[in-house]
Structures are given as structure tokens and as C-alpha cells.
């Protein structure tokens, strides 16, 4: 048996977890639920050694674990998948992955022998790997996580501690990812499960608890509970989700157009082929896809980063971009709050006179930001590294809308927030495309896609095609967004 108990710790004014206990049995699937900045990431790293508490301590088999030691975790049977991916990016897959539990333990690194285990471990997972001598920074957030779990997998684990694993799954490859946990299950093990989609929760958990503001405010079963009642004890409140606005929008001239867009890496392989679409002011154009078909580059090019190697792009206004990973291209996160915000030119605009900046005025329209967005943080000097995941993501999206832009790019938008944040991000961009900005939402997320956006696109090894209203049924979409043809 795992068990936490009594875990306390505080980040400055912050406290994070107030005297939390927790177990995990042998042979079964354990969710830890809750909203962001609700501690679960925390407990996490307390578990998996990556934190000392303040107070309280953790055992497995009634042994306690030495705090504050990822390698006694480790050693002792614990192995994490983190929110974030924690690989080094300028490595292959492959060393990556020797760092694992791969490696054979001969005096010479056979990264071949590496690769042929890691193949063999991610085809029993259901997915594919990267070509060979691929370095991860080329690789999509999807492909970064699956890296995560067949490292973590590797050390052939007690216990797996999974934090928000399904977030960038294609629906064709969720059933595989489930049906993994719950032969890891069959196995013995111990597999704690962090997540904020609750249909997941209730179908593959055996038992659930549920944290809010650092303390545990229920324990049940899945049997025993509904996506409803677990949403309310998360949250405190109902939470409603934004109505069908999207289908009142009435969309105006375009201001958004790709034309013929393709671009080509330097084998001249073709990672986006000649798509032509445009979006118009008043209207959530959604772009469905398995992550790693495109996306990442078409954000890309359209924040100016790469250049098309044919076609163009037309704006026919300002845009703000935010990015799928808040941590290395959304935020700088050694900075302050303030400071983050004021990186957008149009913030920055507005508390600058002849070059100079006033600290004042901009820790002033920060603190409104805050607010008004509802980021949950001391204040404007705190650290942007020290908010929740689900917070950071708030802070991006203030930025972006803050920003007054035309158009809004969003990739993955809403991956890893909560019910009562995603709802609000989804209000915020419909209140946005309502006063007549345009969305470009791309996400692998088909229930997000189908809630708030007008047209749907499909991407699929480069290329693009619009849906019809027909084929708006998930299973259909899937195979879609799989490469399944007509």
C-alpha cells in the first residue's frame, strides 16, 4: 500500500497541500481529482520524491520513503509521468530513453538495443515512435508524453503516478491508453491517476479522491458518484458549460486566408501540403487532428517563426498566437507575472511613454488582469513558474485577449485545465468572436472542437479538409483525424 499522510506544504504565502492524506491499494486504479491549484500536482511530486513536505511522510509497505529523494522513490518502486514532459530536448528519443530502464547496463550505450525495447513496450501501448535519431525538441507535446510513459514504464514499476496522460490523446488511441492502465492493474501494481476529465475518472478508477484548495474533501467510488457530483465538490459550485453560442455567430468578411500553404523540412518531405483555408471575423474555425500531422508548424508559421516554402498568408489584422506549451514557448517562467503579461507589444504599449516603462502601471493593469481572469496568484510580482499548470494557462489566454488582437491562434488551448477554467476559457472565446474577432482553435480535443466552433477542419499527414455537418459524430471524426480516407 502507498499512503501520504498528514503531507503539508507551502510555497510562500501559498499553501499548497494542508494536511493531506492519501492511500492507493495493490491492483487498483486510483483518481486524484481536482481544480487547478488544488494541490494534486503537488501530492505528486511529494509521492514521487520530487518535493519535501513541510510536515508528514509517505510509505509504501509501511516503510516510510526518505523526502525529498526522487532516486529512493525510484528504487523503492515509484515511477511518475509529469504534466509537463521532463525530457532533455536537444537528445534523441532514444538517449532520452536510455536514462530510463532501458538501458542494458553494458559498459557501452547500445542505443539500437534501446530503441528495439522501447519499440516493442509502445506497439503492447498502441502507438508508434519517432524516426530514428530524432532529438525531442522536433517532437510534438503528444509524442513528448508517450516518451514520458514508456520511460516511466521501463523501471517496471510498484506504483505509476500519472499526471493528465490522456490530455493529448486521439479518441483512437484513448480506449488503447485506457485499456494499458487497466492491465497494469491486472498486473498488481498500483496506478494513481490525475486527471480533469471525469468520464475517464469514473470509467477506469476504481476509487477516486477528490482535493480542493489543498485539502481532501471526498473519497468515493465510481459507482457510488457522477461527473456531476465530482465536478461539484472540485469546485464548490455547479458549473455550467457556455451555451451553443457558437451557432449563433454570425460570421463577416474573412480575415484570416492560407493560400496554398505548404511547407517542407530538409529531406523535402512535405509536413504541410498545400492547404488553402480562411477564417472569418465572428467565427471559431476548429482544426481536429492526432497531434504530430502538421499543427505545431502551421502555429508556426502563422506567429512568424518559420516561413511556408510555397503559398502565403494572409492577416488583415493584429493576431496573438498561444502556443500548446506555455512552459517553453508560452511564458518565461523565471519571470514575474507583470512581466510575463507585458511581453504582448500592445501591453506593453500601454504603460511605456517615450520608451520608458512604468513598473507601476504595469503591475497596476496586471493586477486587473489577474483578476479579472480569475489566475489564481499571490499578486503580480509572484513568479510565473510558481502557478499551477492550469493557472499558467489562464495567464496566456489574459495575455492574448488583453491584447485586443483581430485574430486568436490557439493550439491546445484548454489542455490540463479544469471544468469551471475550461468553461471560462470557452465564454472568454466566444465573448471574443461575438465582439467580431476571429479563432483559429486547433485541438485534439474533439469535444472542445464540437462545443464552441462554427466550421471544422480535419488535419491528417499535412493536408487539410473541411467537414461536413454529417460527419460530426465523434467516431466518424476519429477515424478522420486518423488518416482514414473516403
Do not use: Y
Not at 525510484?74 to 536510455?98: C, D, K, Y
Not at 508517450?146 to 521501463?154: Q, T
Not at 504599449?349 to 516603462?357: K, M, P, R, Y
Not at 467580431?436 to 479538409?465: N, P, Y
Amino acid at each position: 500500500m502507498l499512503r501520504a499522510i498528514a503531507i503539508t506544504k507551502r510555497f510562500g504565502r501559498t499553501l499548497a497541500l494542508d494536511g493531506v492524506d492519501f492511500e492507493a491499494r495493490p491492483g487498483e486504479i486510483h483518481a486524484l481529482v481536482g481544480e487547478n491549484g488544488a494541490g494534486k500536482t503537488t501530492l505528486m511530486n511529494v509521492l514521487a520524491g520530487s518535493l519535501a513536505p513541510d510536515r508528514g511522510e509517505v510509505l509504501l509497505d509501511d516503510q516510510p520513503l526518505q523526502a525529498g529523494s526522487p532516486r529512493v522513490a525510484l528504487e523503492a518502486g515509484i515511477a511518475a509521468v509529469h504534466q509537463s514532459p521532463m525530457l532533455f530536448e536537444r537528445m534523441t528519443w532514444e538517449e532520452n530513453l536510455a536514462l530510463g530502464g532501458f538501458d542494458t547496463g553494458s559498459e557501452l550505450l547500445d542505443l539500437e538495443a534501446v530503441a528495439t525495447r522501447a519499440r516493442a513496450l509502445a506497439t503492447k501501448l498502441g502507438f508508434e515512435l519517432p524516426p530514428p535519431g530524432t532529438t525531442v525538441e522536433n517532437r510534438s507535446v503528444a509524442e513528448r508524453v508517450r516518451l514520458e510513459v514508456l520511460r516511466a514504464l521501463s523501471f517496471n514499476p510498484r506504483v505509476l503516478i500519472l499526471d493528465e496522460p490522456t490530455s493529448v490523446l486521439a479518441p483512437s488511441e484513448l480506449h488503447a491508453f485506457l485499456d494499458l492502465l487497466r492491465n497494469l492493474r491486472g498486473e498488481g501494481r498500483i496506478v494513481v491517476l490525475i486527471t480533469h476529465k471525469l468520464a475517464e475518472a469514473i470509467a477506469v478508477a476504481d476509487r477516486i479522491t477528490v482535493l480542493r484548495r489543498g485539502r481532501v474533501v471526498a473519497r468515493t467510488t465510481a459507482t457510488e458518484t457522477s461527473e456531476e457530483k465530482l465536478a461539484g465538490l472540485m469546485i464548490g459550485e455547479i458549473v455550467t458549460q457556455p451555451d451553443a453560442a457558437a451557432g449563433r455567430l454570425q460570421p463577416g468578411e474573412p480575415v484570416l486566408q492560407m493560400e496554398n500553404l505548404s511547407l517542407a523540412d530538409r529531406t523535402g518531405r512535405r509536413i504541410l501540403d498545400g492547404i488553402s483555408f480562411h477564417v472569418a471575423a465572428s467565427e471559431i474555425v476548429g482544426i481536429a487532428g492526432v497531434d504530430g500531422n502538421g499543427q505545431t508548424e502551421l502555429v508556426e508559421l502563422l506567429a512568424g517563426v518559420r516561413k511556408p516554402s510555397e503559398g502565403k498568408i494572409i492577416s488583415r489584422g493584429a493576431m496573438a498566437v498561444i502556443p500548446q506549451n506555455r512552459d517553453l514557448d508560452g511564458l518565461i517562467l523565471d519571470m514575474r507575472l507583470w512581466e510575463n503579461l507585458i511581453l504582448a507589444r500592445p501591453l506593453r504599449e500601454q504603460v511605456t511613454s517615450h520608451g520608458w516603462l512604468n513598473t507601476s502601471r504595469a503591475i497596476d493593469l496586471s493586477r486587473e488582469l489577474i483578476v479579472r481572469f480569475r489566475i489564481r496568484a499571490p499578486g503580480p510580482e509572484t513568479i510565473a513558474g510558481a502557478l499551477s499548470g492550469g493557472n499558467r494557462q489562464r495567464l496566456e489566454v489574459a495575455r492574448a485577449i488583453a491584447s485586443q488582437p483581430l485574430v486568436i491562434v490557439a493550439h491546445n488551448i484548454c489542455r490540463g485545465l479544469d471544468l469551471a477554467a475550461t468553461a471560462e476559457v470557452h465564454r472568454r472565446i466566444l465573448d471574443f468572436a461575438a465582439a467580431g474577432g476571429a479563432v483559429l482553435l486547433i485541438s485534439s480535443d474533439l469535444d472542445e472542437l464540437l462545443a464552441i466552433c462554427g466550421r471544422l477542419l480535419i488535419i491528417s499527414r499535412g493536408k487539410i479538409r473541411e467537414t461536413s455537418p454529417d460527419e460530426r459524430d465523434p467516431e466518424r471524426l476519429g477515424l478522420l483525424m486518423s488518416g482514414a480516407r473516403d
